[in-house]
């Protein structure tokens, strides 16, 4: 559905995205994780051709990035962190905005409002709602035209964890509805839950993707299992045939509390691969 | 057309809410009101209140709400959205415009009660021209600037240049030299001859002039910065 190759990009000489090969098919959740500044923002303009690229191709609908049409961008619905709402109108009224320009009835409003749970906030003033509240608003806009591809840039950024996974609900029944979900953020736990595929993006450079947990298994360079037991003492063991005689033992005595494997999360993956943190700039 | 009328109905909702806009559109008409009821003075021309605040209304009005509501929406990126979901940036500030036409014609009709009815038809023709170029130099200041900051603080000077000229242009004669090659000072001499024989052929041709110069800046300053 969505297919970039050699993509580059430079603004005033410097580069922010260099050699960026993508494929993401439909019906997916793809994530694209990267600390702030890493080009995220830049990418999803360019693939919804609010921006131009220096070179490679973008392809959405098999179409280039460039020539999208009216009838293309009324496909895609896109969240970005940045894009405002009419603060002086109720949630209703920002909502027949968009109903009016993509033709969708009127009847429509209500139901999306209900399924980013502002039902009971229609008539409130956006001038007044939460940051929590806000997102949501912004999410049901997306929704208003029913859109094939979702792009959310950041869609949970600095909300709190109920807002959060009132969102990410939102995200999964849009997914399982068979919309394509393309995601940036930088919470891996966020990442994690929701996406199939991830890229991990660094300084304009894709340095590894994959499933979450393909890509957690293939940086597990200490393979071993950590063992938390009831007297509190913690032991670590190879993840291996030569520590199953232990490992059972311990566990028929009952004298295990906890027991892990020593895949590293997201997080570490990425430090490991360039040695910043995902959300260092938020620290 | 559909996405024209959208954002002119998006933009009269808004204006019952957003009272600085509300108060520019309703000023003019109401002062005049007032003061063509409540003063009357001795050697007081006829319809004084209405051609003074007539001309003061095409200088401030249209600019301040065309500059305000474009610079707005840039800011708060709401503009940027209304783009993404396929409203083109000239259905966009045609849009604007005719809403902000349509509403100061509205108050135009009420500042023209006080006329002879033969006269109504010359007056609003007079007040729809000086609106255009108002919304033009107003969408120029809105484009051009960054924030609704800026673009008050662009707006304002060219805003008391246009709407206070012409009544200062009364009382001062070197006022008045260079008042007349501002529009507004001409449109103030056709209101109060009601006849473009008030302006004759130079001011016929500083009108032009401003006219094109407003159109040139807005073109200017859409082809340099667009709507982003």
Redesign the interface.
């Known amino acids: 559905m969505i297919r970039c190759r050699g993509v580059e990009k430079s603004f005033s000489g410097k580069k922010v995205l260099s050699g960026i090969d993508m494929d993401i098919p439909e019906g997916k959740i793809f994530g694209l994780l990267g600390p702030s500044g890493a080009g995220k923002t830049t990418l999803i303009r360019i693939i919804?051709g609010?921006l131009g690229y220096d070179a490679g191709s973008v392809n959405i609908f098999d179409r280039e990035a460039r020539e999208l049409t009216?009838d293309d961008?009324?496909k895609?619905g896109?969240m970005?962190d940045?894009?405002?709402?009419?603060?002086?109108?109720s949630c209703r009224?920002n909502l027949k905005?968009?109903a009016?320009?993509?033709?969708t009835p009127y009847g429509k409003i209500d139901e999306t409002l209900e399924l980013v749970g502002l039902g009971d906030a229609a008539k409130k003033s956006a001038s007044d709602l939460s940051k929590g509240m806000r997102a949501r608003l912004q999410l049901a806009?997306v929704f208003m035209h029913s859109p094939e591809i979702l792009f959310l840039d950041e869609p949970t950024s600095g909300l709190d964890p109920r807002s959060q996974k009132a969102i990410h609900r939102i995200i999964l029944d849009k997914k399982k509805e068979g919309r394509t979900i393309f995601l940036t953020t930088h919470n891996m736990e966020e990442a994690h839950a929701l996406c199939d595929t991830v890229a991990l993006l660094n300084e304009g450079h894709i340095v590894d993707t994959g499933a979450p947990d393909e890509l957690c298994r293939k940086y597990d360079h200490k393979k071993t299992i950590s063992i938390h037991l009831r007297s509190g003492e913690s032991i670590e063991l190879a993840c291996g045939a030569e520590s199953a005689e232990r490992i059972g033992e311990l566990m028929k005595s009952g004298s295990v509390e906890t027991i892990h494997s020593s895949e590293p999360n997201l997080e570490t993956v990425f430090l490991e691969l360039t040695g910043k943190k995902l959300e260092e700039d938020d620290k | 057309m559909?996405?024209i009328?959208?954002i002119i109905?998006?933009q009269i909702?808004?204006t019952l809410?957003?009272k600085p806009v509300l108060i520019q559109f309703i000023m003019f008409p109401a002062m005049t009101l007032i003061m063509e009821n409540a003063i009357k003075l001795k050697d007081m021309p006829d319809l004084f209140f209405t051609k003074l605040f007539a001309v003061m209304y095409i200088g401030m009005a249209p600019l301040t709400a065309s500059a305000s509501i474009i610079s707005e929406e840039k800011e708060?990126?709401?503009l940027?959205?209304?783009m993404?979901?396929?409203?083109?940036p000239w259905e966009y500030l045609t849009g604007v415009a005719a809403y902000i036409w349509i509403l100061c014609m509205a108050g135009a009709g009420i500042m023209a009660v006080g006329l002879d009815a033969k006269d109504v038809p010359f007056f609003m023709l007079v007040m729809g021209v000086g609106f255009i170029i108002s919304i033009l130099i107003g969408a120029f200041v809105g484009i051009f600037a960054k924030n609704q900051m800026v673009s008050t603080s662009l707006m304002m000077p060219v805003m008391m240049i246009l709407s206070f000229s012409p009544m200062l242009a009364m009382f001062n004669d070197k006022i008045e030299k260079a008042a007349r090659f501002v529009y507004t000072q001409q449109l103030r001499q056709t209101v109060d001859h009601m006849s473009f024989d008030g302006i004759g052929n130079s001011g016929a041709l500083i009108l032009a002039v401003n006219a094109a110069a407003a159109l040139v800046l807005f073109f200017i300053a859409f082809k340099k910065k667009g709507l982003e």
């Open positions: 919804t609010q009216r961008n009324k895609i896109i970005m940045d894009f405002g709402v009419y603060e002086r109108f009224d905005v968009f009016d320009i993509y033709g806009r | 559909k996405n009328l959208t109905k998006k909702k808004d809410k957003n708060k990126n709401t940027r959205v209304l993404m979901a396929g409203v083109r």
